[in-house]
């Protein structure tokens, strides 16, 4: 299984950005997926997440009501829209995956997601 990010980029603060997160090798027709960001100098934080199934949604209080996450079940691709991009949000983001369906509480932590991608770098300046 494979995970690709992208759609990262520099931009100021108030723009909008999407991230892109496709899978090969494996269809996520259950399970949940989810991205989350390492800024530098600090540890990898939940962002949001999608249970796939049941079209449950968590975000991060940090980004809720900026930051919307979607999936595309046809062509088995995972999206984050960002909008008022702010500089705190600058971090490479990764994308994640599991296949089998976890409970809600699970979704915000980052050892319950079995698959990673590589991150895309997002930078907001100010």
């Known amino acids: 299984v494979q995970l690709q990010a992208s759609g990262g980029g520099l931009v100021q603060a108030g723009a909008s950005l999407r991230l892109s997160c496709a899978a090969s090798g494996r269809t996520f027709s259950n399970g949940a997926v989810g991205w989350f960001r390492q800024a530098p100098g600090k540890e990898r934080e939940f962002v949001a997440a999608?249970?796939?199934?049941?079209?449950?949604?968590a975000y991060a209080e940090a980004v809720k009501g900026r930051f919307s996450i979607s999936r595309d079940n046809a062509k088995n691709t995972l999206y984050l829209q960002m909008n008022s991009l702010k500089p705190e949000d600058t971090a490479v983001y990764y994308c994640?995956?599991?296949?089998?369906?976890?409970?809600?509480?699970?979704?915000?932590?980052?050892?319950?997601?079995?698959?990673w991608g590589l991150g895309t770098l997002v930078t907001v300046s100010s």
């Open positions: 994640a995956a599991v296949g089998t369906r976890p409970i809600l509480s699970a979704l915000s932590m980052a050892a319950t997601y079995d698959y």
């Open positions: 999608l249970r796939i199934r049941e079209r449950n949604t």
